[in-house]
């Protein structure tokens, strides 16, 4: 009489992939798959048939590869030999991952080369437990969380570096600014490792950026620190350079003129400013009204712009023509009367 066996998961709960130990199955045995997980039949190393959660008596329906492979007969309680694996579908939602070391990059904004660091932590599930078995199982007799993240750590932590350097550029980022930006980036990043969890039966549930940061004490990330606050603050008080730099030529003039305090130097700085920008624009204005002297030709004696005789000699002052008080027509110096009204002339 055959013996028929009940095949169910027996492993610890951090499993995700558990061997039967039994490799010794009978057709009529019964199957067991829990609501998480898929048993996946091996024969001579080759993955046959995959079950989903449910409870099965073992038969040539339910293992149709299997059964083509052992030439099990059709109806009978035959025994045959395969290797039965329970992999767990459950999400694993709490994979840390971090920088092994910094990344020296230049910030694409402030062409400044810091040591750049990052953290977070991602979620997987099985997706394809055939494509695991065969890339990352093996003939394993278990597979636990634990080997999974060891596997992974090292890969997805270089992949990740690389990609957040590369959207940094891409966006030309600050890693200043970048703090805001967080759940933007990770998208990026998740799209863009998630098909290499696929090419091993994974698929990447979430993905999340915790941190990224750059050690304080370093020289260089003070630096890019003092340059972006500065800018922070000017494009508050909406300054531009050249404002700036006028305001400290005059802060630096009113310390120097103030007797009595900074506030009374400052008082004082802006107003001499004022004077002397006063001083300047009446100079300029004077500068530009004032016609050049000029000079008596028969004793050289000095005479205004506007004359007409010396006052000296009375000699009358050569080219210079006056205006008719009556009718406005041009005169010459030496006329007794208007040439075009008679009006007499002094």
Known sequence: MALFQVI????????????????????????VVGPTQE???VKGGQVCDILKPGTYTLNTKNLPILAGLVSLPFGNSSPFTA????????????????????IQMQDPAYNVVIPLRAFGQ???????SRLFLEKSVGTAQSYTTQDLMQYF???????????????????TMSFLEAQAHLTEIAEG????IAPFFQSHGIRLVNFCITSINAPETDPSVQKLREVFNRKHEMETLQFSYQQERSFNVLEKAAQNLGSSGELAGVSVGMAMGNVM???????????ATVQPAQFCGGCGTSLTADAAFCHKCGKAVKDRQLPCPKCAATCQPGDSFCTKCGQPLG
């Open 8 to 31: 169910k998961y027996n492993g610890p709960a951090n499993v995700l992939v558990w061997k039967h130990p039994k490799e010794n199955i009978t057709t009529g045995s019964q199957l």
């Open 39 to 41: 048993a996946v039949f």
């Open 83 to 102: 290797e039965v694996f329970f992999v767990s579908k459950q999400d694993i939602l709490d994979i840390k991952w971090g920088t092994a070391r910094p």
């Open 122 to 128: 991602y979620g997987v599930t099985i997706d394809d």
């Open 153 to 171: 750590h090292a890969v997805v932590g270089s992949r990740i570096a690389d990609e957040l350097a590369g959207y940094l550029l891409r966006n």
């Open 189 to 192: 990043i998740a799209s863009q």
């Open 277 to 287: 920008a006063d001083m300047v624009r009446e100079t300029l204005k004077t500068s």
